[in-house]
């Protein structure tokens, strides 16, 4: 076990654009951790508030994190390759040389840097806004669901002119259809 940590954390030591990529996705699984945990213990949120706040955080950390590993990841592993086949070069330096790795890797780190801007500053907004805005949509709708009366068959309809429910009879139906000028 030993021995595959240190195989890890010397892969991360000499590829510095992995390590970037890798520790800014903790960076995020524990930020939105802190804020969803952040929100489930502040007693000044209202239980109700927090139904709707804990999901939402939660998937904005994914969203965040998705959006980062959509974006960065490829980012990195093209200019790697786009310097590996040449089409990026570097001038007098010879491929397969310390320093042609070394700029690779800075090359590689600064895909990251670009990577982690467009996606959490870029995507990651228009997304969450998009999402969220269709959500509460959604949301709204199921509140004005909530708030309307409930039907019970067992009474008649409610309608605004009559604001008495009845238990539904024959003789109370007839009479509700001949006070709205509806025939049977």
């Not at 802190?34 to 007693?43: E, H, L, M, S, Y």
């Not at 070069?89 to 690779?104: A, Y």
Request: with cysteine; glycine share 8%; charged share 20%.
């Amino acid at each position: 076990m030993a021995n595959f940590g240190q195989k890890i954390i010397a892969n991360f030591a000499n590829d510095n654009a992995k390590f970037l990529f890798i520790s800014a996705a903790i960076g995020w699984i524990l930020a939105s951790s802190a804020q969803t945990v952040g929100i489930i213990a502040n007693k000044n949120i209202k239980k109700e508030d927090k139904k709707f706040l804990v999901p939402q955080e939660i998937f904005d950390g994914l969203c965040n994190i998705g959006l980062y590993a959509l974006i960065t990841a490829p980012l990195i592993k093209q200019t790697g390759k786009l310097i590996d086949n040449g089409t990026i070069s570097f001038k007098n330096i010879k491929k397969g040389t310390s320093e042609f790795e070394r700029l690779k890797g800075g090359a590689k780190v600064i895909a990251s840097l670009i990577g982690a801007v467009v996606s959490c500053d870029i995507a990651t907004p228009l997304v969450r806004n998009k999402l969220g805005s269709i959500t509460q949509r959604k949301a709204l709708q199921q509140k004005i669901k909530i708030t309307e009366p409930n039907y019970d068959p067992n009474y008649q309809p409610f309608f605004q002119k009559n604001l008495n429910r009845m238990p539904l009879k024959m003789s109370n139906y007839i009479a509700f259809t001949k006070s709205h000028g509806l025939k049977i």
